[in-house]
């Protein structure tokens, strides 16, 4: 009797294994609206950073997790939802604002790319393992500072060298720690769900 797990199909994502009895649409837009709304709690959990306009949140977490574990398209459309409905009037955003005219909104467009590009990892097996896990995690958390860094130059009059001291410094701490936390998740996610395929 092996005790091996099974091994699971490349090209999955973890929302492609989870058991369904409705339409793929169905859950395809269960799913978007779940991780829009992820996103949107996550935002919530926010620390003031002084000196700089952005706080430190869980949105950036629940982002690259959004893109990781529902692929890129659904990812993408997660985060392009949470992104509309915010700039709609939403107050879903880093605590509970909304609207497109405040400097950091750069990271929610980094986001939304963020979460495209990690999720297109992710079916090619990017979150399989520890080391591909943390590679992955950090090039999602470069991109989202090579949006929102420059953004909240523009936005705020900053020098690049200004924003970078107050939109990238002081988070990487942080980022370092929810990636530590994806680098546990994700994995392990796939060997259990592996251990019942």
């Known amino acids: 009797m092996s005790t091996a797990a099974a091994p699971v199909r490349s090209g999955l994502v973890l929302a492609d294994l989870l058991p369904t009895s ?3 649409s169905a859950v395809d837009a269960a799913l978007v609206v779940g991780g829009a709304a992820l ?3 996550a935002a919530q959990i926010a620390v003031p950073v002084p000196g700089s306009p952005v706080p430190v949140t869980g949105q950036t977490f629940a982002a690259l997790l959004v893109g990781t574990a529902l692929g890129a398209r659904r990812g993408f459309l997660a985060l392009a939802l949470y992104a509309i409905a915010g700039v709609a009037g939403m107050p879903w955003f880093a605590e509970a604002s909304s ?3 405040m400097p950091s909104f750069g990271y929610i467009l980094g986001m939304l790319l963020a979460a495209t590009i990690v999720g297109a990892l992710a079916r090619r097996g990017a ?3 520890v080391l591909r896990t943390a590679g992955s995690m950090v090039l999602g ?3 989202i500072y090579a949006v929102g860094v420059p953004y909240l130059a523009l936005a705020t009059g900053m020098t690049l060298s200004q924003a970078v001291a107050a939109g990238l410094t002081p988070f990487l701490v942080g980022d370092a720690l929810k990636a530590a936390l994806a680098i546990g998740v994700l994995p392990g996610a ?3 769900l592996g251990r019942r395929g």
């Open 22 to 24: 409705r339409t793929k």
């Open 39 to 41: 996103t949107g709690i």
């Open 99 to 101: 609207g497109y005219a």
């Open 127 to 129: 979150d399989r393992s």
């Open 141 to 143: 958390s470069a991109i």
């Open 190 to 192: 796939w060997k259990l």
